[in-house]
């Protein structure tokens, strides 16, 4: 039996001007993640990661502190990358006319990084909610479909492919994590949408997998935080 460890990146920089890259806080997430890694002696015979800026640098900061060579071994794939979430808000916020929260201006008119938790989280639903429905699909360069199917794709060309590797890191974001456990578990995609929400900085999936059959070994694991005893580190955004 296999192990394929789905690791959603470290914390970016939200609000900044170049999202992408990690925060301070994001570097040490990582590094974190790696020496938790290497204290448990987790092996790790192939790795894989998204194209985007924040999935190699999760991926780099982690490794470093397991065993650099990997870095050199670590293999790209586009499928990997995250959904546009600039697109799926701006395109509700296009088409929502009202307010959500009753000020008469409301979250549909206020910059994303201004909002408070509560309101980011409300807009995030809504918009996800039109994405997810298909019902416009469109109005997105990607459906939540067409996501949905290369995620799913990526997941089963590692698993599939992994001609005889054991544990294979896979570095990329939440949402192709929620899309992943979707397919495991055929969840609703208002429960994909909210697990999605949940997922930590560096929380580690664990999917368990032999020749034609997978299954969700654990979710969503904080533990190199709590081996840290560092709960401050522990962030959603």
């Known amino acids: 039996m296999g192990h394929i460890f789905l690791v959603r990146h470290a914390q970016a920089s939200f609000g900044s001007d170049d999202y992408d890259r990690l925060s301070e806080l994001g570097v040490r997430q990582a590094q974190l993640l790696g ?133 294979i890191m896979v570095f990329t974001s939440g949402g192709v994590i929620a899309a992943i456990c979707q397919g495991l578990l055929d969840l609703t995609d208002k429960v994909a949408c909210e697990l999605n929400w949940s997922l930590a900085n560096t929380g580690v999936t664990r999917v368990l997998f032999t020749q034609g059959r997978r299954g969700l070994g654990c979710l969503n694991s904080t533990a190199h935080f709590d081996q840290a005893r560092a709960p401050q580190m522990l962030t959603y955004r």
């Open 35 to 167: 020496q938790w890694m290497a204290s448990c002696e987790i092996p790790v015979d192939h790795v894989m990661a998204g194209a985007m800026r924040r999935h190699r640098e999760t991926a780099e900061h982690c490794l470093n502190q397991v065993d650099a060579r990997h870095i050199a071994e670590l293999q790209a794939d586009a499928r990997l990358n995250e959904f546009d979430h600039a697109e799926v808000i701006d395109v509700y916020r296009q088409s929502a006319r009202g307010s959500l929260d009753g000020d008469g201006e409301g979250v549909s008119g206020a910059h994303v990084s201004s909002l408070s938790s509560a309101q980011l989280q409300q807009l995030y639903a809504r918009a996800m909610e039109r994405w997810m429905s298909g019902a416009h699909a469109g109005d997105y360069r990607e459906s939540w479909s067409a996501f949905s199917g290369r995620c799913l794709d990526a997941f089963e060309a590692i698993a599939s492919g992994s001609h005889g590797a054991k544990s």
